[in-house]
């Protein structure tokens, strides 16, 4: 029992130093309630109101907040000493929870003005929008607190609170800044700041624009000399097929100065014929006196019959 009480006292003055109500995070202070207290509905570490309630097997009831604290070193029930651990605590019997929700409570701002009581199941969200709660100022920067019923005169006279320019700049004015303010600095200073990014994004576009022509020029020249490439090839090509074609036509032309002579030869050959049998019609009328006269052409057809055969070799 004797550590139950220091650990208590301890966990108090921890409390106080952090400035914080010791009965805002640990159990309700039980002078805050309208009427009788059943003790069964108090907490065996605060000895306030059971706030969040648990409960261990040993049927001690203690606030969760109060209860963690406690098995931090301990490990056993703050009242009885019973062996105890966190997943042994479980939530309070249903009757007992009834019976802490129906107690009338005053609000926490009592001392400031609020004159609600209401059912401690209802107490937080009354809190919440209590007219007497202390609330921060809406406007950055500024650390006043009011209660939330004075907000709207505090907004009035904050001295973090702007305004538009009169003069027409545009600018949000804090009204502290009120007597510095000069809408001629302020529009110079975001011209140059404009100006200044104006000039980056001029940089930027620029790069970029010069990097992807870099890319497309690098293209064009590979592509050129592809190109140049197959103009070289089919220029050789072409001088191939062109000497060819003269070949053909060199041959082309002999082949007919060719069949011209042969043309030639053939006629002189019809004609021999055609005077060797005018002879031969002639000797066999006039008998065998002049026939070694013939010898000369006969020598002339056998040569020519020879000829044909060379032109076709060729
Ligand atoms: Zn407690
Ligand atoms: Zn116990
Ligand atoms: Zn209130
Ligand atoms: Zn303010
Ligand atoms: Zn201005």
Redesign the pocket.
């Known amino acids: 029992m004797n550590g139950c009480i220091s650990y208590l006292q301890q966990s108090v003055e921890a409390e106080r130093e952090r400035g914080t109500a010791y009965s805002n995070t640990m159990g309700y202070d039980i002078e805050r309630f309208v009427g009788y207290v059943n003790e069964g509905l108090l907490c065996c570490i605060c000895r306030d109101v059971l706030e969040n309630p648990l409960q261990a097997p040993c049927e001690h009831a203690f606030c969760t907040t109060c209860i963690h604290g406690w098995l931090v070193q301990n490990h056993n029930c703050p009242e009885d000493r019973q062996a105890l651990d966190v997943s042994m605590l479980r939530p309070l019997f249903r009757y007992m929870r009834n019976d802490l929700n129906r107690l009338q409570i005053w609000c926490k701002n009592r001392q400031h003005g609020c004159e609600i009581i209401c059912s401690l199941e209802a107490v937080d969200r009354h809190e919440r929008e209590c007219e007497y709660s202390q609330i921060p100022?809406?406007?950055a920067g500024?650390t006043?607190q009011v209660e939330r019923r004075n907000l709207d005169s505090?907004?009035a006279v904050?001295?973090?609170?702007s305004r538009e320019c009169p003069n027409g700049c545009g600018y949000a004015i804090l009204s502290a800044d009120d007597a510095q303010h000069n809408c001629i600095a302020e529009l110079r200073t975001e011209l140059e700041l404009l100006r200044s990014e104006m000039i980056c994004k001029i940089e930027e576009v620029r790069h970029e624009m010069e990097s992807r022509l870099d890319s497309q020029r690098r293209h064009m020249v590979q592509k050129e000399s592809v190109l140049q490439n197959e103009i070289e090839e089919l220029k050789s090509q072409m001088s191939r097929v062109m000497s060819d074609m003269r070949t053909l036509v060199a041959e082309e032309r002999q082949h007919r100065q060719e069949l011209e002579q042969a043309e030639l030869e053939k006629r002189e050959l019809m004609e021999l014929l055609k005077s060797l049998h005018k002879e031969n019609k002639l000797t066999t009328g006039e008998g065998s006196g002049k026939r070694n006269t013939g010898g000369r052409p006969l020598n002339r057809l056998e040569s020519m019959k020879r000829k044909p055969k060379e032109v076709t070799i060729i």
């Not at 904050?158 to 609170?161: A, D, G, I, N, V």
């Open positions: 100022c809406l406007n500024c006043v505090h907004l904050c001295e973090y609170r």
